[in-house]
């Protein structure tokens, strides 16, 4: 996770945006027969990745954090919130990501996820 990145992503497609999650092992289902759409940014410098996700509809994602890494997540805008193993996380709030966790949240129509994650040999 070293590497410099900048990039931009928007897809209709779930197994496209999961293999865009870098390091995420993630995994997205609707909460409801809709069209998916999705929409990704990422900055990536000196092993301090920062990205914005945005969802057009309810979703359960499943996921494990980067191995060798902390992260953090807060919703961004839109919903003012999401579930993260059953506890609310509002824009008051930060779920942190320890290394290798299994993470399971559930978002709202209209949600975006901003996350952080930080490589620990990058500290």
């Known amino acids: 996770m070293s590497e410099s990145l900048i990039k931009?992503?928007?897809?209709?497609?779930?197994?496209?945006?999961?293999?865009?999650?870098?390091g995420w092992?993630?995994?997205?289902?609707?909460?409801?027969?809709?069209?998916?759409?999705?929409?990704?940014?990422?900055a990536r410098i000196g092993g301090i990745q920062v990205d914005l996700d945005s969802y057009?509809?309810?979703l359960e994602i499943t996921a494990t954090s980067p191995k060798d890494a902390i992260g953090i997540g807060v919703p961004f805008?839109?919903?003012a919130s999401y579930?993260?193993?059953?506890?609310?996380?509002?824009k008051q709030s930060i779920d942190v990501y320890?290394?290798?966790?299994?993470?399971?949240?559930?978002?709202?129509?209209?949600s975006s996820l901003l996350t952080c994650c930080i490589d620990k040999g990058a500290i």
């Open 98 to 110: 320890g290394s290798a966790r299994e993470i399971h949240a559930v978002t709202k129509p209209g």
């Open 56 to 58: 057009k509809g309810g």
């Open 83 to 90: 579930i993260s193993q059953g506890v609310e996380i509002s």
């Open 8 to 22: 931009s992503i928007e897809t209709s497609d779930y197994e496209e945006f999961s293999a865009q999650q870098e």
């Open 25 to 42: 092992d993630a995994c997205y289902r609707p909460l409801k027969v809709e069209a998916f759409a999705a929409r990704m940014k990422v």
């Open 77 to 79: 805008d839109g919903a």
